[in-house]
């Protein structure tokens, strides 16, 4: 059974720091492409940050410099440092695991975690 598991969200003044984790079992971790993707209230859901098993890693650019993606994958967790929040990034954040092979893709997700911004 597949399964993504995330934490670490919470209430935040701007400026602070939050570190997500996301807990995955169930699938070959070190073969997906992990990402995190948050959507905002009426907004659409968008890509925040994306790490394959090996390779670079991609931001989006309203978090770049801020926020820092990584994987360890004997754990099979993958992490999300945001530092420098700001209240737009208030949003529910959403772990991805993602696997395209010829015979077609895998997406995975978690339940997502509430992370606000606020004073």
């Known amino acids: 059974q597949v399964q993504l598991v995330e934490s670490g969200g919470g209430l935040v003044q701007p400026g602070g720091s939050l570190r997500l984790s996301c807990a995955a079992s169930?699938?070959?971790?070190?073969?997906?492409?992990m990402g995190w993707y948050r959507q905002a209230p009426g907004k659409q859901r968008e890509l925040v940050a994306g790490?394959?098993?090996?390779?670079?890693?991609n931001y989006a650019d309203s978090v770049k410099g801020r926020f820092a993606i990584s994987r360890d994958n004997p754990k099979n967790t993958v992490y999300l440092q945001m530092n420098s929040l700001k209240p737009e990034d208030t949003a529910v954040y959403y772990c991805?695991?993602?696997?395209?092979?010829?015979?077609?893709?895998?997406?995975?997700w978690g339940q997502g975690t509430q992370v606000t911004v606020s004073s």
């Open positions: 991805n695991a993602h696997r395209a092979t010829p015979a077609g893709t895998n997406d995975y």
């Open positions: 169930g699938f070959t971790f070190s073969s997906y492409y």
């Open positions: 790490i394959p098993s090996g390779g670079r890693t």
